[in-house]
């Protein structure tokens, strides 16, 4: 079947060539998340995951980086509860989805950018690329990861990360299990399209029960986690000064005056 190229969208990039549906992050420079790009993202998902054709779904970004995260001028007091739902609505349809998710990750993939990939089934990076959650250096916290973070590389590494701020590479969240694995930059390409020929040889009947019952149990547990910390998202750490003043300090391009309230 010949690909089909999608092109009413702005903020995504997608192709389909049965079975395998590729969406590209594509907001230069660094395709940070804004909420047309949730809104784009949610509809190009429900509409893939109800094509028949589609087994494989494959997200990647435009350019030299996958996403440097989600914009931080929607945290704003005025923005954040319709931000933080849209984005999670994301998150959930992909953990939802009976399609296998592949992420391939190079440049900068921090933040909401971090927490779209590790939700993936398969995360293939390059070596060099620049994977954290810097979320705390501006008052907050990355609700996705603090729910799943620690399932995927135990408790003790995902506190370091989240807690700190921390960026490692690309080598390094492959060594942790953040990501299935890591490649030169030149190889990393022909990994990704390797590891998708081997999914278009299998089932795709099998794929998505295999996938169903392998993530029953992890699923019920993942949305408990994140109705909770979407709760102390909103309900409390929103409303302290801290947070607030993270956040603009950002915005503002200056260090920022903690108040410890």
């Not at 590790?118 to 994977?131: E, I, P, R």
């Not at 750490?237 to 260090?255: C, H, S, V, W, Y």
Request: net charge negative.
């Amino acid at each position: 079947m010949p690909a089909e190229t999608l092109s009413r969208l702005s903020r995504l990039a997608i192709e389909i060539e049965s079975p395998v549906a590729r969406i590209t992050l594509s907001h230069p420079p660094v395709n940070v998340i804004d909420i047309p790009m949730m809104d784009e993202l949610a509809s190009a998902i429900a509409e893939i995951d109800a094509r028949p054709d589609v087994s494989i779904l494959v997200f990647s970004g435009g350019g030299k980086s996958f996403s440097a995260g989600v914009d931080v001028g929607a945290h704003a007091p005025d923005q954040v509860a319709r931000m933080l739902g849209k984005f999670h609505a994301v998150v959930r349809s992909l953990i939802t989805t009976r399609k296998v998710t592949l992420a391939g990750v190079e440049g900068h993939s921090l933040g909401g950018g971090s927490e779209l990939a590790m939700v993936c089934d398969l995360v293939y990076t390059t070596n060099g690329a620049q994977w954290g959650f810097p979320e705390i250096r501006l008052g907050c916290f990355p609700p996705v990861a603090v729910s799943a973070l620690s399932a995927l590389i135990g408790q003790k590494r995902a506190a370091e990360l989240i807690l700190t701020g921390s960026t490692i590479s690309g080598k390094e969240a492959a060594q942790i299990g953040l990501a299935t694995g890591a490649f030169e930059e030149s190889e990393w390409r022909e990994a990704v399209e390797r590891n998708v020929e081997r999914l278009c040889a299998l089932s795709p009947t099998s794929l998505a029960l295999t996938k169903k019952a392998m993530y029953v149990w992890d699923a019920i547990h993942f949305e408990k986690g994140l109705a909770r910390a979407e709760k102390i998202y909103l309900e409390e750490l929103m409303r302290t000064e801290d947070a607030r003043e993270g956040i603009q300090a950002f915005l503002e391009k200056r260090k920022p005056e903690w108040k410890a309230r």
